[in-house]
Structure formats: structure tokens, C-alpha cells
Nanobody
Framework: VQLQASGGGSVQTGGSLTLSCACS????????LGWFRQAPGKEREFVGS????????YYADSAKGRFTISRDNAKNTVYLQMNSLKPEDTAAYYC????????????????WGQGTQVTVSS
């Protein structure tokens, strides 16, 4: 399995960005595709996850109401749509794959993509 995250960039406060995580390889429908982020000097934190079947999503409190995770079955790609961005959302964002859902903790994930940087300026 390989994961490739993309779509990061620089936006102003209140702006929006959509990150993509392109997945290759065979993935069971019960797996979770999760998004994490890591700001400089901070621990990597869970943002949210989606069951690979697309039947359920789970969000961290920091993401609820502003971020949406979705999946395009045909493209084997998962998206993280981020709205109303704040400077505190600035971080490198990672996608990862876990054999369980919702998989809120780093140790539950077996595969990781590279990070994509999101910078939100005030």
C-alpha cells in the first residue's frame, strides 16, 4: 500500500483548502484512512478519519464543523476539505492507513504518506 498526500499551500485566515490522499494497493473496506497534522515543536495530532467503505467518518474536536473527509471510490482518493482556516491550523498534514476504525492514535496506523504543508496567515 502506498499513500501520497497533496494539495497543501498558503491561505489567509478564513480561507479553504482541500487536501488529497491518493491510495494504491488493496485496502479492506474496514480499514480507516486517517488525517493527522503536526506543527513545529508539537506532537502529531489526529484530525479525522473515514472508514474505507465510506460508511463512517470521525473527527477530532478541532476539526468538527470546519473539516470534511470524503472519498472518491473511482480514484481511490480521500479528501480533507478544510474551511474557515485559522493560523493554528498551520501544520504538515499526513494521511495514514489503519486496520481499524476510527483509529484516533498514531500507533494504530501501519502506512503513512508524506506530509503536505498547510500555512494559514493572519
Amino acid at each position: 500500500v502506498q499513500l501520497q498526500a497533496s494539495g497543501g499551500g498558503s491561505v489567509q485566515t478564513g480561507g479553504s483548502l482541500t487536501l488529497s490522499c491518493a491510495c494504491s494497493g488493496r485496502i479492506d473496506s474496514t480499514y480507516a484512512l486517517g488525517w493527522f497534522r503536526q506543527a513545529p515543536g508539537k506532537e502529531r495530532e489526529f484530525v479525522g478519519s473515514i472508514r474505507w467503505s465510506g460508511s463512517a467518518m470521525y473527527y477530532a474536536d478541532s476539526a468538527k464543523g470546519r473539516f470534511t473527509i470524503s472519498r472518491d471510490n473511482a480514484k481511490n482518493t480521500v479528501y480533507l476539505q478544510m474551511n474557515s482556516l485559522k493560523p493554528e491550523d498551520t501544520a504538515a498534514y499526513y494521511c495514514a492507513l489503519a486496520p481499524v476504525f476510527p483509529a484516533r492514535f498514531r500507533y494504530e496506523y501501519d502506512y503513512w504518506g508524506q506530509g503536505t504543508q498547510v500555512t494559514v496567515s493572519s
